[in-house]
């Protein structure tokens, strides 16, 4: 049962506008998932079958319409996605999709550099017929934009169809959005925040310092992904102000 102590925050519920969870699952079992299920479903928007694991993944199917079953909106990792397009398999990607029972996809370019045209035209397809997610920003290290290129990227993949769009930072987070270190881009996710809405991008932050900083900044209903299955219970109390790293954020609101 839950209590709401003076000055938690007011989080939103399900179906959420804001304050968005996604949780990347890298090969939970059907057991697992549905453990994962009855503890934090509620707590849940967007559940990512990272990478492509889903094609290792015994029971793939099963394990979507358990999460789907649940109101969580399941895809498959970006990475996936991009390793069909590279071989001209783009139907058979599609034909995969369908045969899984998702319904969403997420459009990125984060392992090899893709026409910026291209990935708009994709978006375009494929948003007629399923809830598209785009990711911007590349997981090599050496590709860097700059955070005007960011904007241009991030606000022509949602004019094209894309829901939300995804900041990457890889499950290491330390890339894209962040430094090598793991450490903050202040001054692009500024940026981003002021000229795309932070409403409309969904932060990758897979360090638990990372989650913190983002609700210290932007408060309880941040959007935030790449999550561990594990860490799903713990995320909701630094939202509400219950660990340590966000204890005084929300005590001023008594």
């Known amino acids: 049962m839950m209590i709401k102590l003076p000055g938690m925050p007011d989080r939103s519920s399900r179906p959420r506008a804001n304050g968005l969870t996604m949780v990347m699952d890298k090969g939970l079992s059907l057991r697992e ?13 967007y559940l990512k079958l990272g990478f492509g694991t889903s094609l290792f993944t015994p029971d793939a199917a099963a394990k979507v319409k358990t999460y789907e079953s649940a109101g969580l909106r399941v895809y498959l990792g ?7 397009v590279i071989r ?17 996809i ?6 090899f550099e893709m026409d910026q045209d291209d990935k708009l035209e994709y978006i375009r397809k494929l948003s007629g017929d399923y809830y598209v997610l785009s990711e911007v920003g590349s997981k090599k290290k050496d590709v860097v934009y700059s955070p005007g290129e960011w904007v241009k990227m991030m606000v022509s993949e ?13 499950e290491s987070g330390t890339t894209g959005i962040y430094n090598s270190d793991g450490s903050i881009n202040k001054q692009l996710i500024d940026r981003l925040s ?39 219970i713990a995320l909701e109390a630094l939202r509400n102000g219950l660990r340590g790293d966000t204890f005084f954020q929300f005590l001023q609101d008594q």
Do not use: H
């Open 78 to 84: 970006g990475t996936l996605f991009e390793a069909f």
């Open 33 to 45: 998932a549905e453990d994962l299920v009855s503890v934090a479903s509620e707590y849940i928007d």
């Open 158 to 170: 949602l004019e094209a169809g894309s829901q939300k769009v995804i900041a990457e930072a890889r």
């Open 194 to 232: 002021e000229e795309v809405g932070f409403d409309r991008i969904l932060w990758e932050a897979p360090q638990k310092s990372q989650q913190a900083w983002f609700i210290r900044q932007f408060g309880a209903n941040v959007n935030l992904g790449n999550i561990a299955p594990a860490e799903i």
């Open 88 to 104: 001209g398999m783009f139907d058979e990607y599609c034909s995969l999709v369908n045969q899984l029972g998702v319904s969403t």
């Open 106 to 111: 997420e459009v990125s370019d984060g392992s």
